[in-house]
């Protein structure tokens, strides 16, 4: 069993929600409609990924290769620079501080880390 995807999952998961619900009920009255719904999809794809830490965590349970580990190394980096820089760009738009050209490149590195965790994990099965 490779704990640090439970772990991971778990943590990213219950900070999915409080993040969440902040966003909803904290600053939804001082956000634009595009910063909500920016901060939306970052929260989301948080939820997405930490599922698939957790599904990680059960899948090494029958197949046991670095592909799992990579899988979660990448997934944890994503949601870092995916999520974490949708939350930025939304709290830093909704401050007039930052426009794309700042915090918003990080995201498609998040992206990035996405897809290589789903190919890892892709990899990690058929390996087995």
């Known amino acids: 069993?490779?704990?640090?995807?439970?772990?991971?999952?778990?943590?990213?998961?219950?900070?999915?929600?409080?993040?969440?619900?902040?966003?909803?009920?904290?600053?939804?009255?001082?956000?634009?409609?595009?910063?909500?719904?920016t901060f939306e999809t970052g929260v989301r794809y948080q939820m997405y990924h930490s599922f698939a830490l957790i599904m990680l965590g059960l899948l090494s349970t029958h197949v046991s290769n670095s592909y799992i580990s990579y899988a979660s190394l990448f997934f944890t980096l994503g949601i870092i620079c995916f999520s974490g820089s949708l939350y930025a760009l939304s709290l830093l738009q909704m401050n007039g501080i930052v426009g794309l050209k700042g915090v918003g490149i990080i995201t498609p590195i998040g992206g990035i880390f996405f897809i290589l965790g789903w190919v890892y994990s892709l990899l990690a099965v058929m390996k087995s």
Not at 9 to 20: P, R, Y
Request: glycine share 10%; proline share 5%; hydrophobic share 55%.
């Open 1 to 37: 069993m490779y704990k640090p995807a439970f772990i991971i999952g778990f943590i990213c998961a219950a900070l999915g929600v409080i993040i969440g619900a902040f966003a909803a009920h904290g600053l939804k009255p001082m956000m634009e409609i595009s910063q909500q719904q």
